[in-house]
């Protein structure tokens, strides 16, 4: 097989891709149109979390194809109340929306919140969010992101989104006014550079917004689904939020995610929201066999093994190149480097033959690490090997 890129025309440039077809994955591995394999620590930017075709999700998927695929959001159907009432009792929350992307799902909690505030507070719309967040790519969740530039790619931009800096509680209180409606933001900030909120302070933003009367969102779309080493990343910092949003991981590679609010903060009236695919049974059949394997006994505590092995792994490679050190938490890592040559290590490691592998520089100074949360410890010492190799290659 070869890569025919005249025909690979037809579809809309957006980004810069390498000239090379996917074609099969198991697992940790990918491979492409040549037959050459890539050991994957991107795995779709954190939502392949259970790797490429797992065994469970394709049965599930192929049950539930012969079954009843989509039989329209305006009637329910078993899987996605099965997925549903999961959610709710593995969560401090009792209602879920589900929805086919992370975006759509903080879209749906800016909607929400805009709702409760219209109810609860005046007619309150503004949420605070953070510098340097990424909440997705629609007009709303754009205008929410912290991300560099993004103010004056599609002006103007949807109003009522501050933007306060993670870590600093008192940048977050001068914000505050009475239009505001809630303070929304990312546990880790994944391309913001893998940077983890405090214990400290995410026990300050819950105190404050609980004294100011106003909401607290949590964005998990991809913190969420044991990518942390717990279910969810608010159960590390001892917090009951009022909405999170799940994406990524929840559905493991198919469109899905979900938008969930504790009775109080569940005001939407009949009309307010809805989708044509939302919580269609295909998706969320796929949804219930991911969760049922992230809540299996033992899986957790594995994920938190591999975390610790990439992380000390990594650390040993930062002190073997006078690099700044690593940060993260569970199986979201970063690598800091002390030079800006990200982009040429994910290019030679994706180049390495016989085998290559697959990174990801968010920032030209660091490494992001998004394996499957059931890579094995021989994964994570090959990756680290191959980092090694390729470092030394690029700096040479």
């Known amino acids: 097989m070869t890569f025919n ?113 219209q109810k609860m507070r005046a007619g309150a719309y503004k949420i605070i969010t953070m510098d340097h967040s ?16 993004w103010d004056k790619k599609f002006p103007p931009q949807v109003d009522g989104f501050p933007k306060a800096d993670i870590n600093d509680i008192e ?77 990524k991981g929840i559905g493991s590679g198919v469109p899905l995610a979900a938008l969930l609010a504790t009775e109080a903060v569940s005001v939407f009236e009949h009309g307010d929201q809805g989708g044509t695919y939302n919580g269609n049974p295909l998706m969320t059949a796929a949804g219930v066999a991911v ?9 957790m505590q594995s994920v938190n093994q591999r975390a610790q092995e990439l992380s000390e792994g990594l650390l040993a490679l930062s002190a073997k190149w006078g690099m700044q050190g690593e940060r993260g938490v569970g199986l979201l890592r970063a690598l800091m480097l002390d030079r800006d040559d990200g982009n040429e290590i994910v290019q030679a490691a994706r180049d390495r033959a016989p085998e290559g592998m697959l990174l990801n520089a968010p920032r030209p100074n660091l490494l992001r690490f998004m394996p499957a949360l059931n890579i094995t410890a021989e994964e994570v010492q090959t990756m680290l090997q191959w980092l090694d190799e390729v470092i030394t290659q690029v700096r040479k």
């Not at 209180?173 to 809630?182: E, G, K, M, Y």
């Not at 159960?235 to 009951?240: D, P």
């Open 5 to 117: 890129a005249q025909a690979a025309q037809a579809l809309m440039e957006i980004t810069s891709r390498p000239d090379l077809t996917f074609v099969k994955g198991e697992g940790s591995w990918l491979e492409d149109h040549t037959g050459k394999r890539y050991l994957d620590v991107i795995q779709g930017w954190a939502v392949n979390c259970l790797g490429h075709c797992p065994t469970e999700m394709v049965e599930a998927i192929n049950a539930q194809a012969r079954l009843l695929i989509n039989p329209s959001p305006a009637f329910y159907n078993q899987p996605s109340i099965d997925l549903a009432n999961r959610l709710v009792e593995a969560s401090v929350f009792d209602r879920v929306f589900f929805a086919n992307s992370g975006a759509e799902a903080n879209e749906g909690a800016i909607k929400l919140a805009r709702k409760w505030g």
């Open 134 to 149: 990424f909440h997705g790519r629609t007009i709303a969740t754009m205008s929410a992101s912290g991300k560099e530039g």
């Open 171 to 247: 940048s977050v209180r001068a914000l505050i006014d009475d239009q505001t409606v809630a303070v929304m933001l990312e546990p880790v900030q994944g391309e913001g550079g893998v940077i983890p909120a405090t214990q400290e302070f995410m026990q300050e933003l819950r105190a404050l917004t609980t004294e100011k009367g106003i909401l607290l969102i949590v964005d998990e779309v991809q913190t969420g689904m044991g990518r942390c080493g717990t279910m969810f990343a608010y159960q590390h910092y001892n917090i009951v939020p009022d909405i999170m949003t799940l994406g």
């Open 291 to 299: 969760f049922d394997v992230l809540n299996a006994p033992g899986f």
